[in-house]
């Protein structure tokens, strides 16, 4: 079975950092291209960045919103997914939600197959 | 504001029908075929129940179907059963790593 959790979220000042973490199990975790996405309070969902698979060298993409200030880490040995996030501001107050990238018989990357329950990230004023 | 458009709520009796639309530009949703929904019980995982326009994941039901025209798509839960109370939310790709979604919508069954 397929799952992914997270954790790391909390309360943290602008301009602070936090680290959150997604330890996965139930498949190959070096293979896919996994992805962080985010939902403010009352607001929709927003895609943060992605890290593609061993096959790919591990490389990232970010939204313009977050580059420069998120890093996307993985390592392959413990299957866990890191989101590093720096120079933080509190319109990123949100629920991050770790996903793994549905493989795509054409190479693509398109939708999100699995999702963690989400950690909560606070950033006051 | 989200990028794409959702009717906030939307609501039907147990064995209706409800169609939920989105919709977007010719830059995203008019542009792929990469137009996914996702069902989200609020304190659960979400979870993907239709993917590239119409398909469905192994062990989603059948009553969960997807359609897009033009630059919108929709979503339709037939035979509604009261489990399928649950936020909806779409996404597309847009390109260029580029991935948006909706602001979700709540199907409420009455």
């Known amino acids: 079975e397929v799952q992914l959790v997270e954790s790391g979220g909390g309360l943290v000042k602008s301009g602070g950092s936090l680290r959150v973490s997604c330890s996965t199990s139930g498949f190959t975790f070096g293979a896919y291209a996994m992805a962080w996405l985010r939902q403010a309070p009352g607001k929709g969902l927003e895609w943060v960045g992605l890290i593609r698979g061993k096959a790919y060298s591990g490389t990232t993409e970010y939204a313009a919103s977050v580059r420069g200030r998120f890093t996307i880490s993985k390592d392959d040995s413990k299957s866990i997914a890191y989101l590093q996030m720096n120079s933080l501001k509190t319109e990123d107050t949100a629920v991050y939600y770790c996903t793994r990238i549905r493989p795509n018989i054409y190479g693509d990357y398109a939708d999100f197959d699995y999702w963690g329950q989400g950690t909560l990230v606070t950033v006051s004023s | 504001q989200s990028a794409l458009t959702q009717p906030p709520s939307a609501s039907g009796s147990p064995g209706q029908s409800v169609t939920i639309s989105c919709t977007g530009t010719s830059s995203d949703v008019g542009g792929y075929n990469y137009v996914s929904w996702y069902q989200h019980h609020p304190g659960k995982a979400p979870q993907l129940i239709i993917y590239e326009v119409t398909k469905r994941p192994s062990g989603v039901p059948d009553r969960f179907s997807g359609a897009k025209s033009g630059n919108t798509a929709s979503l339709t839960v037939s035979g509604l059963q009261a489990e399928d109370e649950a936020d909806y939310h779409c996404?597309?790709?847009?390109?260029?790593?580029?991935?948006?979604f909706g602001g979700g919508t709540k199907l409420t069954v009455v």
């Open positions: 996404s597309s790709y847009a390109g260029s790593y580029n991935f948006v």
